[in-house]
């Protein structure tokens, strides 16, 4: 299975996004891990690796609504990036093995506009990045989002990805340290960042 389809398996789950039920959509809480494991990248340090399991329950390749089901029962919908392709490649009922690396802010300012969860440019890398575990694809995130917390002296950042998921990132370099410490929890933010992310497909 590619990186890309990897990338959004990867987003749906980690971020525990919406429960589906008759008639309703309800909140849950995100996925427990079923592993977590770090690793050490080249220029990024010491990276947590998520891995969680999930079945594909099914997809509608015209609204590009996707669930996923997690080893308890609870079913999460998301809708499938266009960076996924085609989501018929996707079997019903097969089991995904899936590995979230969050990695590095590499670039942040104060937004001036745009809306929380809006994504301004989102690149996959598949080939990776030196240093990154085999088998990871690696993609470059652009987003608007509000800041849930800034942690000015570990040099990292909490914020809500696109997919829903809360992420804390560490600065990637000095000039992106330095201009963490000029933003707030609650600020309005533009925000790029790397992440790692893998799936296997257990059929």
Partial sequence: MSAVRGMFAAAALAAGLVQIAPGAAVAQPR?????VDTVMVQGAGQITV???KAKFVS???????????????????VIAPPLLGDLTFFRNG???????????VTAL????????????????LDAGLPGWPEGFGVREVTLTTTFVDVNK?????????????????????????ADLQQVEPGDLAQITYLEGLAVNAVR
Avoid at 31 to 35: F, G, I, N, R, Y
Avoid at 94 to 104: C, D, K, Q
Avoid at 154 to 171: L, Q, W
């Fill in 31 to 35: 996925p427990t891990p079923a592993e």
């Fill in 59 to 77: 997809a509608d390749p015209v609204t590009r609504h996707v669930v996923l089901e997690d080893p308890s029962g609870r079913r999460w919908a």
């Fill in 153 to 177: 002296a570990a040099g990292t950042v909490t914020f809500e990805g696109p997919d829903g998921g809360v992420r804390t990132v560490r600065a990637a370099n000095d000039k992106v340290l």
């Fill in 50 to 52: 998520l891995t969680y």
């Fill in 109 to 124: 300012g104060k937004a001036r506009q745009g809306k929380p969860g809006e994504v301004m440019n989102e690149v996959a």
């Fill in 94 to 104: 097969e089991t995904l093995i899936i590995r979230v690396a969050p990695g590095v």
